[in-house]
């Protein structure tokens, strides 16, 4: 219920981004400052901290601006078309530099017996790129791990351009076709549920994973990543702990987002919950799901 100028504030969203030229500091050369000619930065207003180099003068040619407060408002406006969104959070990552927006997808959600929360997971960033990417995610409530709708059903990810013209006619077959990709995932679950895998067979793509020999021992493998298979071993037993039917891809498959999601080590971000988040879901950890979701397809 609240403004989206509320929203704003409260997600640290309430600066405007603004374009300045770049210049390049040639003191050690004896030099004065130069311009560099059709190069730009993307400053924030009140810190005037960086958040992106982008190149173009005029925004006719170059990167257009989209202020923080009209990524919510289309936003906004986006998932207003299908009541079944809801305005859920905002938040403000690495300094400004990469905005999130999330809607949940109301109604009860059940997966395989267990309830599930689908997100329409909305980023948008002021590095140079003029798209948003709008992509439904799945939360396993009962672990809270994450997984792209977008690995099992194309239509979950659609990229968008806010100086387009809105289109609420197009925005509801978009909204349409994220809505109805859920049920992909719900396939997909099904599929790796129903898909035995024996201890052999995890433990062997916990090795594809880290790029080790099957027929690897002990004394071959680093330490680093010894740590992490265990790690992954760790996860698999914890998953399983939680009510999760052993021995299937459906476990193995929670046990690497489990890891990614709640013990692996990240770096960069304000704070380790920010880092883990980037990477869950953006980064190295992010690929890793994808890897295991293909490894398991294959299996």
């Known amino acids: 219920g609240m403004s989206l100028e509320s929203w704003a504030e409260e997600a640290?969203?309430?600066?405007?981004?603004?374009?300045?030229p770049?210049?390049?500091d040639c003191s050690s050369l004896g030099k004065g400052p130069v311009t560099m000619r059709d190069r730009s930065f993307i400053v924030r207003s009140d810190t005037a901290a960086p958040l992106g180099y982008v190149s173009g003068e005029d925004e006719t040619k170059g990167y257009r601006i989209v202020q923080p407060l009209e990524v919510l408002d289309w936003f906004q406006r986006y998932i207003s078309v299908d009541d079944r969104f809801e305005l859920d959070t905002a938040m403000s990552l690495k300094g400004g530099a990469l905005i999130a927006v999330t809607a949940k997808f109301n109604g009860s959600l059940s997966v395989l017996g267990e309830d599930h929360r689908a997100r329409l997971l909305m980023t948008t960033s002021f590095d140079g790129s003029a798209s948003t990417i709008n992509q439904m995610t799945m939360t396993r409530v009962v672990c809270n791990n994450t997984l792209n709708v977008a690995l099992t059903?194309?239509?979950a990810a659609i990229k968008t351009r806010h100086s387009s013209v809105f289109d609420a006619a197009a925005v509801g077959r978009e909204l349409a076709g994220l809505a109805e990709s859920v049920e992909g995932y719900t396939a997909m679950a099904e599929a790796m549920t129903a898909h035995d895998?024996?201890?052999r067979q995890v433990s062997d793509v916990f090795k594809q994973l880290l790029a080790i020999p099957f027929d690897a021992v002990s004394e071959d493998i680093s330490a680093k990543k010894m740590n992490v298979f265990l790690a992954l071993v760790n996860s698999y037993a914890e998953t399983v702990a939680e009510g999760t039917q052993p021995g299937t891809a459906w476990t193995t498959m929670n046990a690497v987002t489990r890891y990614v999601d709640h013990e692996r080590s990240t770096r960069g971000g304000a704070s380790p919950q920010e880092a883990r988040f980037l990477s869950a879901q953006f980064g190295s950890g992010a690929a890793m799901k994808a890897q295991a979701h293909q490894l398991l397809l294959a299996a």
Request: aromatic fraction near 6%; avoid cysteine; hydrophobic fraction near 50%.
């Open 22 to 24: 770049a210049i390049a």
């Open 197 to 199: 895998m024996t201890q």
């Open 153 to 155: 059903d194309k239509r």
């Open 12 to 20: 640290g969203l309430n600066w405007s981004a603004v374009k300045v």
